[in-house]
């Protein structure tokens, strides 16, 4: 995706790089669930305001459904740039993503899902693949993202794995984020919830 080879630490190192970003994600995502990142950073929120991120989440990832599958489009087409362009808004779309993600759940909470089991089971199945692919695609995506950033098309085509790792982080982000719309209209409008208020929700309001 770069345009420029210069050399950098970032370039020589990619992947310890993207390890080192991706431990970074995930220590904040963990802390936050867990509760360990101090509650204070979290603002109090109603349980209107989580269903509008929630809805603002929903919003994001189609749109970064979009995106990414434009983005494998026109690469596909040799479209470089539009291809860049494309891949740098997809990953500013995640960063959004996590974001209301975690102000969502740090601040507020989770919703569990009531509705029948004929529902409930592929709720719950799509719901584990959805996180599970969220979890370990992190990695792919940032080395992509990363290769792609500090090389340039020549580089990328003859130096790196950037075509064969950019095919496995779309591929799962692209699953991951349409099992995400549909579990969230799913949980939020085709069937019920409970609210569930998370560990550092109820240290603010103690």
């Given amino acids: 995706m770069a345009t420029a080879s210069a050399d950098s630490p970032v370039k020589r190192h990619p992947l310890a790089a993207a390890v080192i970003l991706s431990i970074v994600g995930?220590?904040?995502?963990?802390?936050?669930?867990?509760?360990?990142?101090?509650?204070?950073?979290?603002?109090?929120?109603?349980?209107?305001?989580v269903n509008r991120l929630a809805d603002a989440i929903a919003v994001v990832n189609a749109i970064n459904v979009v995106v990414i599958a434009s983005g494998w489009r026109w690469i596909r087409?040799?479209?470089?740039?539009?291809?860049?362009?494309?891949?740098?808004?997809s990953f500013v779309l995640i960063l959004v993503?996590?974001?209301?993600y975690l102000l969502k759940i740090g601040g507020g909470g989770t919703k569990?899902?009531?509705?029948?089991?004929?529902?409930?089971?592929?709720?719950?199945a799509m719901l584990a693949i959805h996180i599970v692919l969220s979890i370990v695609s992190v990695p792919v995506v940032v080395f992509a993202l990363v290769l792609g950033l500090t090389h340039s098309p020549d580089e990328l085509r003859t130096a790196?794995?950037?075509r064969r790792v950019g095919r496995v982080a779309a591929s799962a982000w692209l699953l991951s984020l349409t099992l995400g719309?549909?579990?969230?209209?799913?949980?939020?409008?085709?069937?019920?919830?409970?609210?569930?208020?998370?560990?550092?929700?109820?240290?603010?309001?103690?």
């Fill in 160 to 162: 790196t794995p950037h």
């Fill in 181 to 206: 719309v549909v579990a969230y209209l799913l949980l939020n409008h085709l069937f019920g919830w409970e609210y569930v208020e998370s560990a550092a929700a109820a240290l603010l309001v103690v």
């Fill in 112 to 124: 569990e899902f009531v509705g029948p089991a004929l529902a409930y089971y592929p709720y719950l």
């Fill in 77 to 89: 087409r040799d479209e470089v740039r539009k291809h860049a362009a494309a891949m740098i808004t």
């Fill in 26 to 49: 995930y220590a904040a995502v963990i802390g936050t669930f867990l509760g360990v990142v101090p509650a204070r950073v979290f603002p109090d929120l109603s349980l209107t305001t």
């Fill in 97 to 100: 993503f996590l974001v209301l």
